[in-house]
């Protein structure tokens, strides 16, 4: 038995697997030095690229982590090949492990691919006023999974990103104007000419108010005043102004506030709500 264990064909054959394995080490080093300076490669040639693309920081990082993670791992795979490890169960294996993963983080991954769309089209940037999924206020935060937002009383709300990368969603920032609706409520029989000179002489008298179009804005027009419904306690006047979007709260409480107090002090009536019954004696 001792002699078939010890003899010249055993020798023969642990010398060659040997041989063979040392090669294959050698190979599988010289690989993982390469591999491994052409990772750092990758990563510095992405992390140009990501700065020159103006990649906001949170998503800078997490890509880059990514790659550098996926790169590994490939070259990991290419290394167990060389040194002749059977590499289909273990990328089967984990690609199991992701599927479970995936399928277990659904509604995260969701938001996570919802916050990359954010971070790489930019609807919003940090200091925009939006409204959406039912809240609206200043965005603080455009974090990878969340959007952190600030609302006018001071409340602070995170909402998922992939509801607000889906749904719709209101940017009052991202023009340079905006145009200011009101609407007054008048008795009838209320002199509309005199209603309207008012008003016009009240939007005048503010300097925030644009008085007509302006060149960088096609949609930018001057003050309008009409009539627009027939209500069943008195006659609806609106009011179209245009204005910085900085501007826009400034401008509507003004002319809330002004209309009321000087077409009151004027003697124009505002209705309060009101039902005529008739009642009819048989």
């Not at 419904?229 to 179209?240: A, F, I, M, N, P």
Request: charged share 15%.
């Amino acid at each position: 038995m001792f002699e078939k264990i010890f003899s010249p064909d055993t020798y023969t054959l642990v010398g060659q697997w040997a041989l063979g394995f040392f090669k294959n080490l050698l190979v599988a080093i010289i690989v993982y030095i390469v591999g491994r300076w052409l990772i750092k490669w990758v990563g510095r040639l992405f992390t140009k690229m990501l700065e020159r693309s103006k990649v906001e920081a949170t998503l800078y990082t997490f890509l880059l982590s990514i790659v550098n993670v996926v790169l590994w791992f490939t070259l990991i795979i290419v290394i167990v090949g060389i040194l002749g490890i059977e590499t289909s169960s273990f990328i089967a294996l984990f690609a199991s492990a992701g599927v479970a993963i995936g399928m277990a983080l659904s509604g995260t991954l969701q938001n996570f691919a919802g916050g990359v769309m954010i971070l790489l089209f930019k609807p919003f940037k940090v200091g925009d006023f939006i409204e959406a999924q039912g809240y609206s206020g200043t965005v603080k935060e455009i974090q990878i999974f969340n959007t952190i937002v600030r609302t006018n009383d001071a409340q602070t709300i995170i909402i998922p990103n992939g509801g607000l990368a889906t749904g719709s969603m209101k940017n009052y920032s991202t023009e340079k104007y905006r145009r200011v609706d009101l609407e007054f409520q008048f008795a009838y029989g209320t002199d509309l000419d005199k209603v309207k000179q008012a008003i016009m002489d009240i939007i005048v008298r503010n300097k925030s108010i644009l008085a007509g179009p302006v060149a960088d804005s096609p949609v930018v027009a001057a003050p309008w005043i009409g009539l627009t419904k027939l209500g069943d306690s008195g006659v609806s006047v609106t009011t179209r102004t245009w204005c910085l979007g900085t501007d826009y709260w400034a401008v509507a409480g003004y002319l809330n506030e002004t209309v009321y107090q000087e077409l009151k002090a004027q003697g124009f009536m505002f209705p309060f709500n009101r039902m005529d019954v008739t009642i009819l004696n048989k």
